[in-house]
């Protein structure tokens, strides 16, 4: 699966709010708390750490609006329903097969 870089243009930022500090837009923030740390099976990662996060979701709200200037927008939510999160370089192999030895 080929992975594509959110990052927004500069004089785009002012959409990220609440986060207005982050190059990403408003939404692509996932946030975990304990129980879903533990369930996942990961110790608190350090800040600026990359893992990787592969995730099914359900569709729970798809719209397309047109306004009166001819504006169209388009989108949908996205509810994650199962995930698993790794450390990036994490060994293949053991990620594959948890239980080999």
Avoid: F, H
Avoid at 8 to 13: A, C, F, G, L, W
Avoid at 25 to 37: M, Q
Avoid at 61 to 88: F, H, P, W, Y
């Amino acid at each position: 699966m080929m992975l594509v870089n959110m990052k927004q243009e500069p004089d785009r930022k002012e959409e990220t709010m609440p986060y207005g500090d982050s190059a990403y837009p408003y939404g692509l923030r996932v946030c975990l708390n304990d129980e879903v740390l533990k369930k996942l099976g990961i110790p608190l990662p350090a800040v600026g750490q990359a893992l990787i996060l592969t995730a099914q979701v359900e569709v729970v709200s798809a719209r397309a609006d047109k306004e009166l200037n001819g504006d169209k927008e388009i989108g949908c939510d996205l509810q994650i329903t199962d995930m698993s999160l790794e450390a990036v370089g994490a060994d293949p192999a053991a990620t594959l097969w948890p239980d080999a030895d």
